[in-house]
C-alpha cells in the first residue's frame, strides 16, 4: 500500500479518531492521522494521512472547509446540537424568510466565535468536553474566524438548511446558535454534513466499508491520492546532478532545477518525478521545509 491521502466519508456515530483506529486494523499499518475533527454525530469529508503523508496533516488542517447544514430555530441546547439537553424553546412563527436570510449573511466575514464547553480544545491540559460531561464550564476567549459563504437554501421552520465555506477552527454548531441569538428565538444544529475540505471533496469519498473491500480486492492503491495535491505549489524537478542533495535536504541553488522556478514555495521532485518535500526560497537558494521521501536513514532537512 502507497502513501498518500484517502477521502473518507465519515458516518455518523464514529468520532474522527475512531475511523483512525479502524484504518489501521484495514490498512494494516500504524501511520495514519486524520486532518480536522468531525463530531461523532457528524458526516462527511474526512481526508486521512497515511505512512509519510501524516507529514501534511498540519497543512491539511489550514484549508477551508464547506459544510451544509441543518439548522433547528427555537431551540438551545447544552451542546449547540440535538445531542444535548434542551435548555429553553421558543415560539419561531414569526420569522420570516428574509429576516432568516439577511441574520445568515450577517455573519459572512471576519467573525468572533466563543469555542463551545463541549469541544476538544484543552484548557490546561483537559479537554473542554472532558469538564462539560463533569458539569463544569471555564471561560473561553473569542477567537477569529472567517466565513467565506453563509447561504440559506431552504427555509422549511424550524428548520433552516445551510451551505457555510469557512475557515479553520470555525465551529458550526456554535454559528448556528449564534443565529438563532440574532433571531432572538435561540438555535441548534439539527445536522451537519462537511462537503470539502480544501481540493477534496466528497463525490471520492469511501466509507469504511468501501475502504475495506478495496483493501481486501487489493485496489485500494488506485483510490490513495498522493501527498503533493494537498499542495497549491508550482512544482519542479531537480537534475540527475542534484538528486543526492535532494535525498539528503540540503539546500538547492538554481541549476539544481531543470527549469528556473518562477516562485516560492516549490515542490521539488526527483528527476523520474517522486515528490520529496517542499523547498523555499531563501536568498539565491531554495530550504527545505518539510521532507516526504528520504534516505532509509531519515537525513534531516538542513536549512
Known sequence: MRDGILIINKEAGYTSGDVVAKLRGILH????GHTGTLDPAAVGVLPVCIGSATKAVEYLTDHDKEYRAVLELGVTTTTQDLTGDVIEKRDVSGLTQERIREAVRSFEGDILQVPPMYSALKVNGVRLY????KGQTVERKARPVHIERATVDAVRLPYVD????????????????DIGKALGV?????????TRVGAFGLEEAL????????AKSGTIDALIRPVEDVFPYERVKVTEPAFSRLQNGNALSLECFEREPSGSPLL???P?????????????????QKMFQTREDGPKCRS
Open 186 to 194: 435561540g438555535g441548534a444544529m439539527a445536522h451537519l454534513l462537511r
Open 272 to 288: 523520474d518525478g517522486v515528490f520529496f518535500g517542499i523547498y523555499e526560497q531563501r536568498g539565491e537558494s531554495y530550504s527545505c
Open 130 to 133: 472532558e469538564m462539560a460531561r
Open 162 to 177: 445551510l451551505t457555510i465555506v469557512c475557515s479553520k477552527g470555525t465551529y458550526i454548531r456554535t454559528l448556528c446558535e
Open 207 to 214: 466509507t469504511l466499508s468501501e475502504v475495506e473491500k478495496k
Open 29 to 32: 499499518t500504524r501511520k495514519i
Open 268 to 270: 521539488v521532485f526527483s
